[in-house]
């Protein structure tokens, strides 16, 4: 079964706002990943959370990781056309064997 | 770097037939995993290794055979391919798993008839 389940399947929006995607899990957890993919390619790394931050930042990405509800989010501001994309996020569990296991993805649409 | 490459890009083969997906880093990573994407099922795993010489199952394994005889190399072997195996496949590599980026390859698309 997923560990990580990505929330919601699909969102539009225009260019300029602010997009934001969930991420649920359901066991305790190592670290969380995002990754983009763009259609056809392979998936690039965004940011990584450890268990024991709350938030990270990279240019236009925030990622928040609240361990206690097994929940992240990712937030892309000021979103662009060229950040549509699939986004995913991956979880590395605690006390398991070496693997990510990843969720099914936000497919995000910014429209010019 | 190259990072890490997969051939082929396509292939179709017909049902029974056997092939292997290449797959290939040269960032000297221990860890490399196979994943297949289908259609609303995100990416889900199918062999992984640790360091040469190491392998383990995922969590789609049946159909598939991994080796890991150099750092370099991660071939994925279909044995009797059959069209539940239509998928794009993606190799990805990393120095370890524990907190560590995945680089993946660019992606092998699969059509089995």
């Known amino acids: 079964s997923q560990q990580g389940e990505e929330d919601p399947q699909a969102l539009s929006i225009q260019e300029g706002e602010n997009a934001t995607m969930n991420c649920s899990y359901k066991?305790?957890?190592?670290?969380l990943q995002w990754y983009r993919q763009n259609s056809g390619r392979g998936l690039v790394h965004l940011i990584l959370i450890r268990s024991n931050e709350r938030e990270k930042h990279s240019g236009r990405l925030r990622v928040t990781l609240d361990t206690s509800k097994k929940s992240s989010s990712l937030l892309i501001t000021a979103s662009r056309a060229a950040d549509t994309a699939s986004y995913f996020c991956?979880?590395?569990?605690?006390?398991?064997?070496?693997?990510?296991?990843f969720g099914k993805g936000t497919k995000l649409t910014v429209n010019p | 770097n190259a990072g890490v490459t997969q051939t082929p890009k396509f292939q179709v083969l017909k049902t029974g037939q056997s092939m292997t997906l290449q797959c290939a880093q040269d960032?000297?990573?221990?860890?490399m995993s196979w994943y297949r994407q289908d259609p609303g099922m995100g990416l889900r795993l199918i062999h992984y290794?640790?360091?040469?010489?190491?392998?383990d199952q995922g969590e789609v394994p049946n159909g598939y055979n991994v080796s890991r005889s150099t750092t370099e190399d991660f071939p994925l072997r279909l044995l009797s391919a059959a069209p539940s195996q239509t998928s794009v496949y993606f190799c990805?590599?990393?120095?370890?798993?524990?907190?560590?980026?995945?680089?993946f390859g660019p992606g092998t698309r699969l059509t089995v008839l």
């Open positions: 290794s640790v360091g040469a010489g190491i392998t």
């Open positions: 990805a590599s990393s120095v370890g798993v524990r907190g560590d980026t995945q680089y």
């Open positions: 066991t305790s957890i190592n670290n």
């Open positions: 991956a979880t590395h569990t605690q006390g398991g064997s070496e693997k990510l296991v």
């Open positions: 960032m000297n990573h221990e860890y």
